[in-house]
């Protein structure tokens, strides 16, 4: 008889722990993380540590953003199971990394590397720094707000370069000078113009001026493309080749080559400019950048030894004195033309070429060559980029607000200077949550937005009118939840588009669970002849559950009923084991005792409608009789 008695005991265990797993799983497909983690733990604790219930114990924390509690569990999974999905190991290194484990998280990446070679996470993880991983950069999900400066004249304006809160850039806007016969425009001037404070005319230029050196400035030489260092004391820029007059200078050919000049600050603008020792009569030099630090300049030049039409190249600077420059490479230069070098504070280079891969002319390129050797060139594409010339790229890359310079249809001039600012592309998700029946609204629900991998990315409450907002990035799938104490959830799925700012209306209705005084959910169904809990009761009786614990005062009676068929002693007994059986797993739930009064099965001695015995019914009558109660006794708060 003992024997049996343990046996009994293992087999309902097995049983209940089985059903428990069930019940944990629902609340998951439904994003109630927390709630299933709870029982996914208790289930651990009573001895189900199965490969499912430790990686659903990760996914629970991970999904939260909670990576401390979910890399607990990811790792007790990897090293209980030897062939884990590897998407759990993924996650656990992205865990580790959260954590500083950088490490562990090496450790594990070379396994993830193993099983899955072909996957482009692995190659974007690796590196000489394993732990430093770089983030993607994609123009998903990125809007680029660009606008035609005011400040552009009918002539050509082009070049951005921006010092204590002025852009400096080239224009031919000067009638007075010279002609320029290759385009019919005059001679090139650098100008400078204040940037406003005004955020909403942010990038609109007032006072703008031309920028005077000592020497008489010419009207028929071109001047352009500046660069100034970070003490404000040093301006590099290019101009024509001149003699020592400041008279143009011609090769054999009748051209002028371009050459870099620096100038030194004074009390009243800018000194005697001076050309920088590596430029040459034979070739041109020009389009000079600062490296960050400003111990590099990065130019254009036509020089012998290139890759083609124009190169960019590099030179060190030491004080007054320069190295010997140096070729970019082929990975920057190509048989093309490569322009207008740029360093941002990232030391991320940007130029312009024709030889890659683009839209038509010259497009804009970006290439982390001065922090990687071996980094590829990429195409910042539109809207940057068009079927016209656009150069002369300026980004701060902390705000991510610059200018470049286009002469695509639309503007001003031959050439216009373009305002830019990226951000992400963001949309608002709003309603109004309301209880199912009242259509009141409810203030205080808590609402939140998952994403299409079931990770919570959001959360907020309602106000005083029940109305929500939560932010959102564009052209991504999520799903809405609502929730409150007493209420059962409600979620919708939305879509969102990939247009800015967008408005997405997501109304919620919570059903109430109070009614009455009773506390009312969907029916508890059994199987035939049987009274143990089946997963979707413990599911639905998770509701109780719920509101007994926003109730702790709360007292309830469980009552248990059956439609008329069957025998009348037949259906009382079984309607009590019911009611029994779902006290039962209440208290194992931690509800105490004394708050459940009683669990009585009434049979079918309490028929809401006329299908007693004989009578002929529906299955629906029949149905609205099987059911149970949880009658609310007292409710001290």
């Known amino acids: 008889m003992k024997t049996k008695v343990i046996f009994t005991i293992i087999a309902l265990s097995s049983t209940f722990l089985f059903s428990q797993k069930k019940v944990a799983d629902r609340f998951f497909d439904n994003y109630a993380y927390l709630k299933a983690a709870e029982l996914y733990e208790e289930a651990v604790m009573k001895g189900d540590s199965s490969e499912h219930v430790l990686t659903r114990l990760g996914d629970c924390y991970y999904n939260n953003s909670l990576t401390q509690q979910a890399s607990k569990w990811y790792n007790l999974a990897l090293r209980k199971y030897e062939k884990v999905n590897p998407e759990y190991i993924y996650k656990y290194i992205q865990s580790q990394r959260s954590l500083g484990n950088y490490e ?40 680029v707000e660009t606008k035609n ?32 016969k290759w385009n019919g425009e005059p001679y090139l001037d650098i100008y400078s113009g204040e940037i406003s404070n005004d955020e909403e005319n942010k990038y609109e230029l007032g006072d703008v001026t031309g920028v005077e050196f000592d020497e008489v400035k010419r009207d028929d030489i071109h001047e352009a493309s500046v660069c100034i260092t970070n003490d404000g ?60 630090d400003n111990k590099t300049l990065y130019f254009v030049s036509d020089r012998e030894g290139g890759y083609g039409q124009t190169d960019i190249y590099k030179v060190s600077i030491d004080g007054d004195s320069y190295g010997t420059p140096e070729n970019l490479g082929e990975s920057v230069n190509t048989e093309g033309r490569e322009m207008f070098p740029f360093v941002a504070k990232d030391s991320t280079l940007y ?12 497009d804009i390129f970006k290439s982390n060559i001065i922090k990687d050797d071996s980094a590829e060139t990429e195409n910042l594409g539109a809207p940057y980029n068009s079927g016209y010339d656009d150069f002369a790229f300026y980004i701060n890359s902390d705000t991510k607000e610059g200018y470049f310079t286009s002469n695509r249809p639309g503007g001003k001039g031959g050439d216009d200077i373009y305002s830019l600012k990226e951000m992400p592309c963001k949309q608002m998700i709003k309603g109004v949550v309301r209880d199912s029946l ?66 997405n209306e997501v109304d919620l209705n919570l059903i109430p669970l109070i009614i009455g005084g009773e506390i009312v959910i969907n029916p508890i169904f059994f199987d035939f002849d049987k009274w143990n809990i089946r997963p979707d009761a413990a599911y639905e009786l998770e509701n109780i559950v719920s509101v007994m614990r926003a109730h702790p005062n709360m007292v309830i009676k469980i009552e248990s009923h059956t439609d008329s068929r ?12 019911r009611a029994k059986s779902t ?55």
Request: one cysteine or more; glycine letters at 8%.
């Open 351 to 362: 130029f312009s070429s024709d030889g890659f891969l683009n839209l038509g002319l010259l």
């Open 438 to 503: 009242t259509l009141m609204p409810l203030v205080g629900a808590k609402v939140q937005l998952i994403d299409e991998a079931g990770k919570i990315v959001s959360e907020t409450e309602t106000n005083e009118e029940g109305e929500y907002e939560i932010e959102a990035d564009c052209d991504q799938i999520y799903t809405v939840l609502g929730s409150m104490a007493d209420y059962k959830d409600d979620k919708k799925d939305v879509t969102t588009s990939d247009v800015n700012g967008e408005e």
């Open 583 to 637: 006290q039962k797993y209440l208290y194992s739930r931690g509800i105490e005792e004394e708050r459940i009064e009683s669990a009585i099965g009434y049979g079918e001695t309490q028929l809401v409608n006329e299908c007693s015995n004989g009578v002929s019914c529906s299955k629906e009558q029949h149905q609205a009789n099987r059911r149970s109660k949880f009658i609310i006794l007292s409710d001290n708060q």
């Open 104 to 143: 562990e998280a090496d450790k594990w990446l070379v396994t993830f590397k193993e099983i899955q070679d072909d996957d482009s996470r692995a190659e974007e993880l690796d590196g000489s720094n394993i732990h430093l991983y770089k983030e993607l950069e994609s123009k998903k999900g990125i809007v």
């Open 149 to 180: 400066l005011d400040a552009n004249s009918s002539y050509s304006d082009f070049g951005g370069f921006v010092h204590e809160n002025k852009l400096y850039f080239a224009s031919a806007r000067n009638t007075e000078n010279d002609i320029y």
């Open 566 to 577: 069957g025998s009348d002693r037949y259906n009382m007994k079984l309607s009590d084991r």
């Open 233 to 292: 004391n040093t301006m590099y820029f290019t101009r024509d080749n001149v003699d020592k007059r400041n008279k143009p200078r011609y090769d054999k050919k009748g051209t002028s080559h371009l050459k870099i000049y620096k100038a030194t600050k004074t009390d009243e603008g800018w000194g005697e400019s001076v050309e920088l020792p590596f430029n040459d009569e034979v070739f041109s030099t020009g389009h000079p950048t600062l490296s960050p």
